[in-house]
């Protein structure tokens, strides 16, 4: 096991790209809201592009060769998807809990 947390070959796979997206955009997204006006989707899908344009880059991709920056645009709203897939996951969880734990609370009461 590596003692990285993320590498560039990492940041190229659409789970290490969505999972820094989905960081990155949950801890930006309230200060980014004052004056971003497109919404968190098109918020997380401009990082996506970053992330694998620079990731792309980095594991030996050429940066004046077009073709990567327009496969990585595309890509990029897979990467923005499981991004907010991970956020709608971890919404439901923690509202299952809640849900979970107010019943056992009326169990108890009863």
């Not at 620079?54 to 595309?74: D, E, K, M, Q, S």
């Not at 709203?77 to 107010?102: C, H, N, P, W, Y």
Request: hydrophobic content about 55%.
């Amino acid at each position: 096991m590596t003692d990285n947390l993320f590498t560039w070959q990492a940041l190229v796979t659409l789970s290490g790209a969505a999972m820094l997206v989905f960081l990155i955009t949950l801890y930006t997204a309230r200060v980014v809201d004052r004056w971003w006006k497109w919404g968190t989707d098109l918020y997380a899908v401009l990082w996506g592009f970053i992330i694998l344009s620079l990731a792309t880059i980095a594991t030996g991709g050429n940066p004046l060769n077009w073709r990567l920056y327009v496969l990585c645009f595309f890509n990029a709203f897979l990467i923005a998807a499981a991004a907010g897939k991970l956020r709608d996951k971890s919404i439901t969880e923690q509202e299952r809990r809640k849900g979970v734990l107010m019943a056992i609370g009326e169990i108890k009461r009863e």
